[in-house]
């Protein structure tokens, strides 16, 4: 029972056990581990929720597939054991499920689900260097003109220039003022 129990979980990705529980199978996003330069790849993760605890009816078919039995007996197979599984986790401290992991009570009595081990989703880190391409060229749209890369790269370097001769312009004016200052003194200092 349990090796078709575990099948199911990993293909449906959910396992209600009456009486215990669901056992989910989530799956975690692909992170981006910006130090190492690469992206690390999805994952999956187990996640029990005590509240709800009724099974899918596909869980019966796929069971009296697994066994070659009929689909009341396959019902009757699951519940005797959910039952049996029960007993086990109102009695014992530790009760496992092979290759998913332990239902154990804590001190509140309440159920709670280890996993043996993380599941393994054979993915691997990929590795994520930065490219510059600095002579590629490609068709861009600034406000509703139609230019290139390195039409506007060389527009923003003539602006850069530009700027440069405008932000100057109180060093102008400063040297001006200095010689109106001199030529002021000096015509003072004569009369």
């Known amino acids: 029972m349990i090796p078709a129990l575990n099948n199911y979980l990993h ?7 009456p ?12 992170r981006s581990d910006f130090t190492n330069r690469q992206i690390l790849p999805p994952g999956l993760h187990y996640r029990f929720d005590r509240v709800f605890d009724t099974p899918d009816k596909q869980l019966f078919a796929f069971i009296a597939r697994e066994n070659n039995v009929a689909d009341y007996e396959a019902i009757r197979m699951y519940n005797d054991w959910a039952a049996d599984l029960s007993a086990k986790v109102k009695i014992e401290e530790d009760t ?29 880190a990929v590795s994520a260097n930065r490219i ?4 590629s060229s490609h068709n861009m749209l600034v406000g509703d003109r139609e230019t290139t890369t390195l039409e506007m790269s060389g527009y923003l370097n003539e602006s850069d220039k530009s700027n ?9 004016a400063l040297i001006i003022g200095a010689l109106g200052l001199i030529v002021l003194f000096l015509y003072l200092y004569k009369n």
Do not use: V
Request: no cysteine; charged share 20%; net charge positive.
């Open 164 to 172: 440069n001769a405008r932000s100057n312009w109180w060093i102008y």
């Open 11 to 17: 293909q449906h990705h959910r396992l209600s056990i």
């Open 132 to 135: 510059l391409r600095t002579n």
């Open 19 to 30: 009486g215990i529980g669901t056992i989910y199978i989530e799956r975690t996003p692909a």
């Open 96 to 124: 496992q499920l092979d290759g998913i992991g332990l239902l154990r009570r804590n001190g509140n009595g309440d159920i709670i689900f280890e996993a043996l081990a993380p599941i393994d989703a054979y993915l691997t």
